[in-house]
């Protein structure tokens, strides 16, 4: 069976810095996809490459059966690849519902409604701050509110880009809980990057490991949380990991 | 009595200038392009009335709405030809574009049109409603209500239609209007679409008052300080900067020696900076659109 999404070779520069040396991989339909790595490995611009925002200098992006690489990624969105992207990103004077409305915005059926009340199911706090503001929501809400947002498209394919960033424990449990039940409920399946190691091997099927824009291990997460390298890199030094410098934030640079 | 005469007066004037101001933020609000052709699209917003409405004769009403249509789609197509490749690129290569379509939008218009002033035919035109003392042209009466009439609905639009929150959403988080699937380019050809009529519309209310002739964008840069005195980034406060700016111009030509009123504007424009840099609206900018 061929992979939903499929990366091959895949090369993508920031201007003349060469950020993805050549990466491969495979995201099985149905599965929960793991992709760990320190920060400035690389983890966030593979995702841009696979929904559009950047394009690759080479190699090539299949998604069910077609090549997208060159595409815009409001194109690839309406192909069924939603993208939850670091920081939430959500628009921050719309209302609550009309960010999800918005996530359904390339749709034309009937059931919209529908799915805005399947997002209230899974996150009952929206449901209470349905008219607020979206920029008044903590962390937390803002992060349930961006997985919502993309559960609106109804995606084959969600990418997540380190939906735990700054939460609690209790928190980041409970996102955890939710990816699963997307996962098994809704079936979508997920790409998920993590710095947060064990929470993504807990909840992934497969896992890829990135260093300095390479893949550099890859197999099930049941495997990678045993193997001893995983154990002292990621699992060791304590989930926050090494976040100094960060952040010359992604302002309007997707391209 | 004198007072009531000149806010009346300022107001329409104010009228004019915030909607070109209006141009300029939700264009600015959507693409971060400062358009400086902003008021030569009002002025050839002005001109295709002429021609619908003068020249072929066209009922006021349906020349109107011809214009809207027509200057929509120069907005789209100035998007589509000029500005969509310029996404990205610095902001001084963009504004140097939009000043250089300025000064080929009026050089089109002399050919097109002559150089010599003319006015559009309005059905009101001269004509004057008398309240007690006060004695208020229906030119500057249409203004007042068309701007009105104009603001509301772009108010609703903005606030209650898909596409218009969808304007909205691109506008506070582009990269994030994308991954949900808006077509964000083909939003930034409506913003054009609809920032081009706005000033048309402008042009169209303004042109039975005074005269037009090529040059009359220029009041565009007194808009731009209207715009600027709102915050930049407020549509509403882009009316009230425009307002403000028609209001002090008046009172300045009143009480201060001949010249001084056309540099009103700019002395606005100084002290606001000087005292509140965020301009009026800054504290709720963007909040409604
Ligand atoms: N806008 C940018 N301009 C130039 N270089 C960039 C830019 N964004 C990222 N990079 C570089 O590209 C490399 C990969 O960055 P990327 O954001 O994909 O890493 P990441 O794995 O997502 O890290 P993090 O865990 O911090 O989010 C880094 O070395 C970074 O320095
Ligand atoms: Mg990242």
């Known amino acids: 069976m061929a992979a939903l999404l499929e990366l091959t070779n895949i090369e993508t520069y920031y201007g003349p810095i060469m950020a993805i040396r050549g990466v491969s991989l495979q995201v099985e339909a149905g599965r929960i996809v793991s992709l760990l790595g320190a920060n400035g490995a690389g983890k966030t611009t593979v995702l841009k490459t696979i929904s559009g925002a950047m394009d690759p200098q080479k190699g090539t992006v299949r998604f069910d059966g077609r090549e997208i690489q060159t595409r815009d990624p409001d194109w690839v969105a309406r192909l069924g690849i939603a993208h939850v992207p670091e920081g939430r990103e959500v628009f921050p004077f719309l209302n609550v519902e009309e960010n999800l409305q918005m996530g359904a915005f390339s749709r034309r059926d009937a059931s919209i409604a529908a799915d805005i009340e399947l997002v209230y199911e899974y996150f009952p706090v929206l449901k209470g701050l349905r008219k607020q503001a979206a920029q008044v929501l903590s962390g937390g809400q803002q992060q349930m509110l961006a997985i919502g947002r993309a559960l609106m498209l109804r995606p084959k394919l969600m990418l997540l880009d380190e939906p735990s960033l700054g939460l609690s424990p209790k928190l980041i449990q409970e996102i955890a809980t939710i990816i699963t039940r997307l996962n098994k409920e809704q079936n979508v399946t997920i790409l998920l990057v993590e710095q947060n190691a064990r929470m993504a091997l807990d909840i992934g099927d497969f896992g890829y490991v990135m260093e300095m824009g390479r893949i550099v291990m890859e197999d099930e997460c049941e495997r990678l949380r045993n193997a001893t390298d995983i154990q002292e890199f990621y699992l060791g030094m304590k989930d926050e990991g090494v976040r100094g410098r960060r952040r010359w934030k992604q302002r309007k640079t997707w391209r | ?289």
């Open chain 2, 1 to 289: 009595m004198d007072l009531l005469q000149l806010i009346v007066s300022g107001v329409s004037q104010g009228c004019v200038y915030g909607l070109i101001a209006l141009g300029f933020v939700l264009i600015y609000k959507a693409t971060e392009m400062v358009n400086f052709a902003q008021g030569d699209l009002m002025m050839l917003g002005a001109y295709v009335a002429v021609t619908f409405i003068n020249i072929l004769g066209w009922p006021f009403g349906w020349g109107l709405l011809a214009t809207l249509a027509v200057m929509a789609l120069v907005g789209v197509v100035l998007e589509r030809l000029l500005f969509r490749p310029m996404l990205g690129e610095p902001h001084f290569a963009v504004l140097m574009l939009t000043i250089g379509l300025g000064f080929i939008l009026r050089a089109f218009a002399g050919a097109v049109w002559g150089n010599e002033p003319q006015a559009l035919h309005a059905p009101y035109a001269g004509q004057v409603l008398r309240v007690g003392e006060l004695v208020i042209g229906y030119e500057n009466l249409v203004i007042v209500l068309g701007t009105v009439l104009l603001c509301t609905l772009l108010y609703l639009f903005f606030r209650f239609t898909r596409l218009g929150i969808a304007m909205q959403a691109a506008s506070q988080n582009q990269l994030a209007a994308f991954y949900v699937g808006i077509p964000v380019k083909r939003i930034f050809s409506l913003v054009w679409a609809l920032s081009a009529l706005v000033a048309a519309f402008a042009g169209v209310l303004t042109a039975p008052v005074s005269m037009i002739d090529p040059l009359i964008g220029f009041v565009g840069i007194k808009a731009f300080a209207a715009a600027i005195v709102g915050g930049f980034g407020s549509l509403p406060g882009a009316i009230l900067g425009g307002l403000l700016v028609g209001l002090v111009e008046q009172f300045a030509g009143l009480y201060l020696p001949p010249g001084y009123a056309d540099m009103s504007a700019y002395v606005l424009l100084l002290v606001m900076l000087m005292i509140r840099p965020e301009g009026l609206f800054a504290s709720m900018q963007q909040k409604k659109v």
